[in-house]
């Protein structure tokens, strides 16, 4: 009995890792407003080793369009725009001898049906680490079925482990709906 609750918890943390990994992917994509997550994933050259932009810098949003990065030290200036221009991220930043500033273009039609491909793009992914979860727990399930379990309580532990299946795909599902709606609103 010990050893299915075990198989059940470690997929579901398995399963919530991969919404928590879901959460992070769809918050870098971006939804025609200015957000310091945009930023996140970039890594700065800061005395020879490579560093979170957000650790050498303030990020600041002073409006919905405008991303404003000040560095701690003058010096970081150029080697955080190049590090964005590098990013490859669709933006174009700007040094004022300041700070680092960033106009965000808005969205055309066809750049925001790109960005609710590659949203479910990431939806699938983590749909597919779910399902992987799934797939390692029912294995687990059976090898103890063969050793220790009875049938029934091996039963009903696969139907434990498909419940939290279903409750996560929906988790995805909604995360999804929610990001598609964020992006296509103009």
């Not at 470690?10 to 959460?23: F, P, R």
């Not at 997550?37 to 949003?61: A, R």
């Not at 700070?99 to 949203?119: D, H, Y």
């Not at 063969?146 to 434990?160: G, N, P, V």
């Amino acid at each position: 009995m010990e050893e299915v609750q075990m198989v059940t918890d470690i997929a579901k943390d398995s399963m919530e890792s991969a919404i928590d990994h879901l959460i992070k992917e769809i918050a870098k994509i971006r939804a025609g407003r200015a957000s310091a997550t945009m930023l996140e994933g970039i890594y700065v050259d800061y005395y020879g080793s490579q560093t979170p932009l957000s650790q050498v810098s303030n990020i600041n949003t002073p409006d919905a369009r405008t991303l404003s990065i000040q560095p701690w030290e003058k010096a970081m200036l150029e080697p955080i725009e190049k590090a964005i221009q590098m990013a490859n991220i669709g933006l174009n930043p700007q040094n004022n001898g300041e700070l680092v500033m960033i106009n965000v273009p808005a969205l055309t039609e066809e750049r925001r049906r790109e960005l609710v491909r590659q949203t479910k793009a990431e939806g699938e992914h983590a749909k597919v680490s779910i399902r992987g979860a799934r797939k390692d727990a029912n294995d687990e399930i059976k090898s103890l079925q063969k050793e220790t379990i009875s049938d029934d309580l091996a039963k009903s532990a696969e139907d434990e482990v498909q419940k939290l299946t279903d409750k996560f795909s929906n988790r995805v599902d909604e995360l999804l709906g929610l990001k598609e709606r964020d992006i296509m609103t103009v």
